[in-house]
Nanobody, 122 residues
């Protein structure tokens, strides 16, 4: 499956952005989907994940209550709605797809899209 992330940009602290990740090539609904982020000089970290049907979602503690992951299986797209953004949310955001069990571990995602940059100014 090929993944294409979009929607990043520059926003002031307290603002919102919605990231999108469009999938192509294979049956999207077979995959659980995740968002990760990586800031310069730091390891890639888990942000959120959603099960194949959308019935299960999990979040990193740092974004819980501010970010919402969702998916539209009819349009092969997963979203990350980010509200109340903070400067520490600045990073390149990556979407990823896995096919076994929804997980926080990057190793559980064989398919990755390119990053989309999110910059939050203070």
């Amino acid at each position: 499956v090929q993944l294409q992330a979009s929607g990043g940009g520059l926003v002031q602290a307290g603002g919102s952005l919605r990231l999108s990740c469009a999938a192509s090539g294979r049956t999207f609904s077979r995959y659980f989907m995740g968002w990760f982020r990586q800031a310069p000089g730091r390891q890639r970290e888990f942000v959120a994940a959603i099960s194949q049907s959308g019935g299960i979602t999990i979040y990193a503690d740092s974004v819980k209550g501010r970010f919402t992951i969702s998916r539209d299986n009819a349009n092969d797209t997963v979203y990350l709605q980010m509200n109340s953004l903070k400067p520490e949310d600045t990073a390149a955001y990556y979407c990823a797809a896995g096919a076994v069990v929804v997980t926080r571990a990057p190793a559980g995602y064989p398919y990755w899209g390119q990053g989309t940059q999110v910059t939050v100014s203070s």
